[in-house]
DNA sequence: TCTGGGGTCCTAGGACCC
DNA sequence: TCTGGGGTCCTAGGACCC
């Protein structure tokens, strides 16, 4: 494959505004914010339009203060359902011009155009695609152009709403360069705090900084950033990456800081719950689950687990989650709950290995029916089609079952 | 400016195995 | 009884992004 690519960033401006301003004319040129829990004490805005920006809003700004610095402002609860659709028409639209894009998140993608580049000039591409997003869906975006990924959405940032910008390996020097480093995609308070410790504040900076410094304070991360701030990045566009989910999540920010352990059972009562909706969504089940605890004071915890067999069922992730709440939970008062689950794999792949504690446990002296009954209530109707591998040496030290029931279940 | 909810990737120490 | 070094997995926490 030639190194030379062609990449564009399509960059959605103000994305959930934009679509409901899209969904009702009327909203379009007034200042309009999406925010979560608008009606609780902790709602905040998550995105809103240039036009409330020009009034001093901004995303994790708290609603109500939202509403005493902007009075007019329109306050929409977020329906991601319509966005998730607007996002689709958005992705197939750019698949019409190839099938090389990546979504990056539900308004943002790569697209490698390096193939239709030998026909037609990028910058015709841009200004059509940004075009017709815009005329069939009503939708504003950025676009940025550049030989990478790394370049092309630090281009697509530099001018919005309705931008396209060519960002040139020969013009780095120039229009990167100068840019203090909490610019740079990658960089946060953190990064650059360490970063101006060691007198690196421009991206410039960093592109001449020592490599073996900055590894050092750093890790790969440094060695990583310094060769992305002199244009260097071989990421490829992978229209695959979609699909490989790594964890399912969720949590949720309690009205006020809770004690009350019934309450805090009921939130990991709901979390399982909506983390299962979305594991059965995409046919995924995980062997590890996480829990994430909050405090008053913002302090972050996770307990986490890794289990000997798939959960997927609401009420398996709510036993290990409380398990995992008891053994961490000091009765301080809580502001967040979390529930994750990780090392995921389809369901359909799914092997049971009964470990000879949980042979034991389900298989003690129960008939075959029986056993069958009880694994089908722990893993799920439908499983035992599937297919269950059973650990080798689990039942060979086992003499109650035959290696034909073994076999069975294999069908 | 007192901060939601969805993620990904990285680090570092300890357990365990060869 | 005391001694390496490498690899992998697990756990907890942190940084970052949209």
């Known amino acids: 494959m030639g190194s030379t690519r062609i990449i564009f960033h399509v960059d959605m401006n103000s994305f959930y505004a934009s679509v409901e301003q899209a969904y009702n004319p009327e909203l379009k040129g007034k200042p309009v914010a999406i925010a979560g829990n608008a009606k609780e004490r902790r709602g905040i805005i998550v995105t809103s339009s240039y036009e409330a920006r020009a009034k001093g809003i901004y995303t994790t700004m708290n609603v109500g203060e939202a509403k005493r610095k902007c009075p007019e402002l329109i306050i929409l609860p977020p329906d991601f359902p319509k966005y998730r659709e607007a996002s689709k028409a958005m992705f197939s639209l750019l698949k019409q011009y190839t099938e090389f894009v990546e979504p ?42 550049a030989p990478n990924k790394f370049l092309a ?21 120039d229009k990167l360069w100068p840019l203090p480093v909490i610019e740079m995609h990658g960089v946060g308070e953190s990064t650059a705090k360490k970063l101006a410790s060691l007198k690196i504040h421009t ?33 490829e566009v992978d229209p695959e990456s979609v699909f490989d989910t790594k964890s399912v999540g969720n949590s949720t920010t309690l009205p006020f800081d809770e004690t009350d352990l019934s309450k805090l059972e009921e939130t990991f009562q709901h979390l399982a719950e909506r983390v299962a909706e979305r594991l059965d969504v995409k046919k995924l089940c995980g062997t590890t689950i996480s829990i994430q605890i909050r405090d008053a ?29 008891r053994r961490a939970w000091d009765g301080t008062p809580i502001r967040l709950l979390g529930v994750t689950i990780s090392n995921v794999q389809d369901v359909k792949n799914m092997a049971l290995q009964l470990s000879f504690d949980n042979f034991e446990k389900y298989a003690k002296d129960e008939p075959i029916f029986e056993l069958i009954n009880t694994i089908e209530k722990k893993f799920g109707k439908g499983l035992i089609q ?5 650990d080798k040496k689990t039942y060979a030290s086992k003499t109650s079952f035959s290696k034909d029931f073994l076999e069975d279940l294999k069908e």
């Open 104 to 145: 990056v998140s539900i308004d943002e993608g790569y697209i490698d155009i390096t193939e239709l580049s030998k026909e037609r000039h990028p910058i015709e591409i841009a200004k059509e695609i940004q075009l017709r997003i815009l005329n069939e869906l009503d939708l504003p975006c950025s676009i940025g152009i």
């Open 153 to 173: 959405k630090t281009a697509s940032d530099m001018k919005k709403p309705m931008g396209i910008t060519v960002l040139r390996k020969r013009e780095i020097a």
């Open 203 to 235: 991206i410039g900076d960093l592109a001449k900084a020592n490599e073996g410094l900055l590894k050092e304070e750093l890790g790969k991360n440094g060695v990583r950033l310094r060769l992305r701030a002199n244009g260097i990045d071989s990421r």
């Open 297 to 325: 004071n913002w302090h972050n915890h996770t307990k986490s687990k890794t289990l000997q067999n798939p959960v997927y069922l609401k009420n398996d992730i709510y036993e290990e989650a409380i398990k995992l709440f």
């Open 386 to 390: 599937r297919g269950i591998e059973i």
